[in-house]
């Protein structure tokens, strides 16, 4: 479940300097999953478009973006914590739109219900693309959610290298926020 997309939108809704709504970007294939389609869609996610994106910011919404894309929710429980390659579309509509990136570091999230592995054929069966092995029900494990500086990139969107180098700036910046969330919190639970 995409825990860590909620619990971002719940902080940024119930900041005290400013509390406002957020929309999570959903993988396309969250909708189609029973249950959690529904509640992805109660929690105000929208699947991960650009021009979904692109509408949201400019009725000045707070977009929520998963850079590592399906690559970091399906990665199984002995990669937690390792960010998976991230895209680069993001950075090139920060870039065109000039918004803002704040780099969100979350722990915590990838002990709640952890993916020991992946049934492959099961998830090509049905269309997904994955289908893992866990629990049940979310484990109570310590979340902790680590804000960071806005990051402002301007530039040439047509030029990918440049690009690039960009996002490594804001996977950089994501990790050392998760290494600060994990050396803060005490135990798992």
Do not use: W
């Amino acid at each position: 479940l995409p825990m860590d997309g909620v619990l971002i939108g719940i902080a940024i809704a119930t900041n005290p300097d400013g509390p406002r709504a957020a929309r999570a970007m959903a993988e396309r294939f969250f909708p189609t999953v029973p249950f959690i389609g529904n509640l992805i869609n109660q929690v105000g996610a929208v699947i991960g478009d650009p021009i979904n994106c692109i509408k949201m910011l400019q009725n000045e919404e707070i977009v929520i973006v998963f850079p590592e894309g399906v690559r970091g929710s399906g990665k199984l429980y002995k990669k937690r914590y390792q960010l998976q390659r991230f895209g680069n579309g993001f950075m090139h509509i920060a870039m065109t739109h000039q918004t803002p990136i704040i780099p969100v570091g979350v722990v915590g999230c990838e002990e709640t219900m952890p993916s020991l592995a992946d049934i492959k054929p099961l998830a090509k069966l049905i269309g997904v693309p994955y289908v893992p092995v866990t629990i049940p029900f979310p484990l109570p494990a310590k979340v902790f959610l680590n804000f960071g500086k806005p990051m402002m990139f301007e530039g040439d969107i047509d030029n990918e290298e440049s690009v690039t180098k960009k996002v490594r700036e804001v996977k950089a910046a994501i990790r050392k926020l998760i290494e600060k969330g994990l050396s803060e919190r005490k135990g798992v639970f």
